[in-house]
């Protein structure tokens, strides 16, 4: 976990939270990106983007929504045959962090396998 972040835990999903992000991260199995694109469409959610890269030996699969001021980042991606989904929710003012500075990338770098 990033340094200077509070923690909740729920099961398989965290909630990670500062002064400036709010970050929820599953692990688990999850649905194809489309079909998950559509559920959070029929939710209300506007898509406004996507993308496809890959960052520490993963495949990632970025989608990004906008609801209620909010923009939600919902990266997926698997590591270490582990299968998770991180949302990175900023509000609509502030601007989606590039790499080095996007808490989302020091979190994968940081993921370890667990047995």
Known sequence: ?????????????????????????????????????????????????????????????QQNYYKDGVNSCVYTFEKNGQTYIITLNLYEDQEIPEYDDNPVTQIIDTLERVN
Request: no cysteine.
């Open 1 to 61: 976990m990033p340094d200077g972040y509070g923690l909740q835990e729920q099961g398989n999903q965290a909630i990670l939270y500062n002064d400036e992000y709010v970050m929820t991260m599953y692990e688990g199995p999850v649905i194809d990106n489309e079909e998950a694109m559509q559920k959070r469409i029929e939710k209300g959610y506007a898509f406004i983007g996507e993308r496809d890269y890959e960052f520490d030996g993963a495949q990632i699969n």
